[in-house]
């Protein structure tokens, strides 16, 4: 009498798209006004790959299952496209975004730098946990300091000429569930100012220079 063994092969997905493997053509660059994120299950549609095969050794039937499943929280985000800075995307996009830790960082963000490139179906997605704050003082887009690994260090940033901002401190982030190390890390001096729960932009670069940071250090790409 045959056995029937099922084997489940459960290939665990953290990175869907390798930022070290994206191309300079296959690169979109934008400063974008969010319009919406919404989650949504990334493995409601998952293919489940099953198939027979015949053991010579024991004579037995084998029933093979293979399932993709992506460990990380998926989102649908619609975007405005305020400036076109590499790559022609309309006034108004839609991409999906992957974040390991629950939710997207640049969610509260109201205007940002993002970086996205396009998957085989053409559809657009995030580069995952890369993005850039920027705000429009006196008609111009400049950008804060920004972290987004662990090679992107500050020494690389004070190369940047920096402008003085936020004087008044109207510009504000919230950073309660943000640690010593965290604080330390994301929101040093001089860039920021920290009072009690609160970091205040204090200096800002130019957005052609955080693009060629990005180019360069984070994407491994020549400018």
Known sequence: MNKNFSLFFLLLSVLLYS?????????YIFIGEKVSIHE??????????????????TGDSVTIFRETHVMDNAFNCTYKVLRNIQGNLKDTIQFKAYDH???????????IILYLSKNDKGELFHQKYIYDPVYKIDGKWVG??????ANDSKNSWRNFKAQNINEDN????????????????????PYFIIKDKTAYPKKAFDVDDIISFRKKNTFALKN
């Not at 930022?19 to 690169?27: A, E, F, H, M």
């Not at 804060?144 to 690994?149: E, K, N, T, W």
């Not at 510009?171 to 330390?184: E, G, T």
């Open 19 to 27: 930022q070290k493997n994206v191309s300079d053509d296959n690169l």
């Open 40 to 57: 949504f299950d990334p493995n409601v549609d998952n293919v489940k790959n099953i198939r027979k095969e015949f053991d010579e050794e």
């Open 101 to 111: 830790y629950g939710s997207l960082g640049f969610e509260n963000d109201k205007n």
């Open 144 to 149: 804060l300091y920004s972290v987004a690994f």
């Open 170 to 189: 109207v510009l504000k982030i919230d950073i309660q569930n943000c640690d010593k190390d965290c604080r330390s890390k994301y929101y040093p001096k």
